[in-house]
């Protein structure tokens, strides 16, 4: 194999046969479920196990962001929709109409992390009031949860689906 085929081969757009895909969603799902609402999960684990100090840390770094992601949603949370349903529609239409893979590919990173952005907005709204250190960590804990479940059925998805396009190009191909 020559070095010419070697940089075809990484940067190939059949995405579904790139090991690149596999390991950016990978990379993908794993950082959507430790960052959950911005905020680190192991801070959670940490403060349960510590307290003082680190649950006032966690308690911080929540208040922090929750402030932060219903500033956004008020203030632009219409465009930001709108924007999304856009390029949503656009990937949709490019990928399952037309045909092409690469937008397949990414409609099938980008959607769920849609639902997983409005996990995040709804928890946010939940937690806009004070809680205290248990009530924060059991909501973190199942805000994390939901994210883990919209990410194994996912994966899944897209990994039949891959295997379907796989398959099909290898054989019509």
């Known amino acids: 194999m020559d070095l010419f085929s070697l940089i075809v081969e990484l940067i190939d757009l059949r995405s579904f046969s790139n090991l690149w895909y596999w390991i950016a969603l990978a990379v993908l799902w794993s950082s ?12 959670v684990g940490r403060a349960a196990r510590i307290g003082g ?23 632009s949370g219409f465009l930001m929709t709108a924007f999304a349903f856009f390029v949503t529609t656009s990937l949709l239409m490019l990928g399952f109409i037309y045909g092409v ?15 997983v952005a409005l996990i995040n ?8 009031a ?7 960590r059991r909501r973190l804990t199942r805000t994390r949860i939901s994210i883990q479940l919209v990410g194994v ?21």
């Open 32 to 43: 959507a479920s430790h960052w959950v609402l911005g905020v680190p999960y192991d801070m």
């Open 153 to 173: 059925v996912s994966i899944f998805v897209t990994g039949i689906w891959g295997m379907y396009q796989n398959l099909t190009i290898g054989v019509l191909g």
């Open 53 to 75: 100090q680190t649950a006032q840390d966690l308690q911080d770094a929540v208040r922090i962001q929750v402030n932060r992601l219903l500033y956004i949603s008020d203030v």
């Open 121 to 128: 907005l709804r928890a946010a709204r939940i937690l806009k």
């Open 130 to 136: 004070p809680h205290d250190d248990e009530a924060l």
């Open 101 to 115: 893979e690469f937008a397949q590919a990414v409609v099938l990173m980008l959607l769920p992390m849609n639902i």
